[in-house]
């Protein structure tokens, strides 16, 4: 029998096709999981088919890496429109057609379709609950989305992979039975460790990014929209003059897709800075390729999420991984193994009063200080979020739902 890279054993001799459904084929965390998930599959033999919503017009997508690891990509604009009448009798046939053994539907709206189209060609419904649910819309279309996901996800997933307890508690009050339920944290492949930037070369890179080497600077990764808490962010700020003075926050993402609130919001935060008399304080980057480098000239890190899926979102474990004392939100509770104080600050979702006194108190810590709660914080990441570990315990739990 074959051996993966790491000397495990392949499964070759059960190979069999899995089929993902990915609306966003963008750069972020889910699509992030969704590719790792896939490359164990790949490790173990298994023939990979991502079925793609559009591809993002502004930023990168994350197509090219799947078909990089020999995964076979088909853009299907209907993910867009989920509703489509024809679009689970597509799916279905196409995994009759590729001979998957599972659907795995990754975003919250292609798992409807994921789930309906696995159950009419008979094969298991698996979904990545990488996120606590939001459905958006006036409270008309909001509750229908809900009802819809009730009786559609509730009734015909097969196996719910969720990233926290948080996460699972919401998903089985959707209907998806507890015993169908699994919690697995989202991991990362931390770089090698690399040495800290040299001051001249930190100061080129911060000069670069309009940024002061004099003031303490935060960074913030995430996409521009409200559920990650910019707002509250800049509100940390404005509230807090002697705080705005001595730090720069740098925010690095993109957004505007969506509803017409979620369209909007790039602008509206960046009015919100020019009206709070902040644009010296807050700025905004965009989406970058080199996130490494960024976070490699920075103090801390900062993420004010208002709900996510996982305790530790890929942003902030790529920030611990770096060495960066880090601040984020209790949104979806305690992570496991992690200790308040000494790996990093968590604070209170929805607070913009605990960001500003967290952002206070790092940016006031001691070298020594900062530089050992970033060790500890890396020394968590390497230790416990390995993802290849992380992605082989996902295929095991799909193999299984087939075996």
């Known amino acids: 029998m074959a051996n993966d890279r790491e000397g495990r054993p392949a499964v070759t001799s059960e190979a069999a096709n899995v089929l993902f459904t990915l609306r966003l084929p963008d750069r972020t965390g ?8 896939s490359r164990a599959f790949r490790r ?12 993002p017009p502004e ?13 076979t990509t088909v853009e299907e604009t209907r993910l867009d429109r989920p509703w489509s009448p024809l ?8 995994a009759r057609r590729a001979g998957a053994r ?13 789930v309906l189209a696995a159950a009419r060609a008979n094969i298991p419904a698996v979904v990545m609950v990488q996120n606590q649910h939001h459905f958006w819309g006036n409270g008309l279309i909001s509750r229908a989305k809900r009802v819809a996901y009730r009786q559609t996800v509730g009734r015909y997933t097969t196996l719910a992979v969720c990233t926290s307890e948080v996460v699972k508690s919401q998903i089985v009050r959707f209907g998806v039975p507890d015993a169908k339920t699994v919690v697995l944290p989202n991991g990362i492949e931390p ?33 521009l929209d409200p559920q990650k808490g910019h707002d509250l962010l800049i509100d940390a700020f404005a509230r807090t003059p002697a705080l705005a003075e001595r730090v720069q926050l740098a925010i690095v993402g993109a957004g505007g897709t969506g509803d017409q609130l979620r369209a909007r919001w790039p602008d509206e935060l960046r009015d919100r800075v020019r009206n709070a008399g902040l644009d010296t304080t807050i700025r905004f980057l965009g989406w970058r390729s080199d996130v490494a480098d960024v976070l490699a000239a920075a103090d801390g890190y900062v993420h004010a999420a208002r709900w996510e899926g996982p305790a530790l979102p890929l ?16 949104c979806s509770g305690p992570p496991p193994w992690f200790e308040e104080g000494l790996d990093g600050l968590m604070v209170r979702a929805g607070d913009p009063g605990a960001l500003a006194r967290a952002l206070a108190r790092v940016a006031a810590m001691s070298d020594d200080d900062r530089r050992a709660m970033g060790a500890r914080a890396s020394a968590l990441i390497r230790e416990h ?8 315990r996902f295929v095991e739990l799909v193999v299984g739902t087939w075996a």
């Open 30 to 37: 889910a699509a992030q999981m969704a590719l790792q998930v």
């Open 191 to 223: 770089a090698p460790a690399r040495p800290p930037l040299d001051p001249w070369r930190r100061r080129e890179l911060l000069d670069d990014l309009g940024l002061d080497d004099r003031r303490f600077v935060f960074v913030s990764v995430g996409r």
């Open 102 to 114: 599972a659907i795995i539907g990754v975003n919250q709206r292609d798992r409807l379709p994921a």
């Open 87 to 94: 679009l689970v009798s597509d799916l279905a046939g196409r």
């Open 59 to 71: 930023e990168p997508s994350i197509v090219p890496d799947f078909c990089e690891i020999g995964a």
């Open 385 to 392: 979020y390995a993802i290849d570990d992380i992605a082989d």
């Open 44 to 55: 173990r033999g298994h023939g990979v088919t991502l079925v793609h919503g559009p591809l």
């Open 315 to 330: 942003a902030v474990m790529e920030a611990m991984a770096a060495g960066l004392p880090t601040i984020f939100t209790d």
